[in-house]
């Protein structure tokens, strides 16, 4: 897996850019049923771009953040992936911050397909407690990590 490379797009519905970032990740045999990817791998990339972006990128020391829950989940399927892709690129954004969640999007695709996306992954995570059902605001330090340089109103 390579290091993410980082790109600026802006989120649907919002003016200031976001801060993109690019996970690669090679493919497997067993991601593939017949001759595309099967689409419940797509969501397996998602939470491994997201695994990777939170190790490379968010650094907020005692921060429960990355401790979160996936609460809901909506994937766009837009194109197939074929047997001749060795990897995909998965890029990572936060497009919203709350009290006590967040959203990312991470968008799914490869270099044969072409720079569209071939998923587009919407996530919101919640933040928790160890008991996993108890949820915890989002302070302002992780706030900031989470967004980068961007400012939102919660």
């Known amino acids: ?6 790109q600026n797009t802006a989120a649907p519905g919002e003016g200031t850019p976001a801060p993109v970032h690019r996970v690669h990740i090679p493919l497997r045999v067993s991601d593939f049923l017949g001759l595309h ?30 401790i979160a829950l996936a609460r809901w989940m909506e994937i766009d ?14 890029d990572v ?3 919203r911050v709350g009290r006590t969640s967040y959203t990312m999007r991470t968008s799914i695709g490869s270099v044969p397909t072409g720079p569209e996306p071939c998923a587009v992954i919407d996530t919101v ?19 900031r990590a989470l967004l980068g340089d961007r400012e939102e109103a919660g």
């Open 1 to 6: 897996m390579g290091s993410p490379a980082a």
């Open 37 to 66: 990817v099967n689409n419940v791998q797509f969501q397996e990339f998602a939470q491994e771009a997201r695994r990777l972006w939170f190790r490379e990128r968010f650094d907020v020391a005692g921060s429960r953040v990355p």
């Open 77 to 90: 399927f837009r194109n197939t992936i074929g047997m001749d892709v060795a990897e995909v690129w998965v």
């Open 93 to 95: 954004e936060v497009l």
């Open 125 to 143: 995570l919640v933040v928790t407690a160890p008991d996993e059902t108890t949820t915890l605001e989002i302070t302002h330090e992780e706030r």
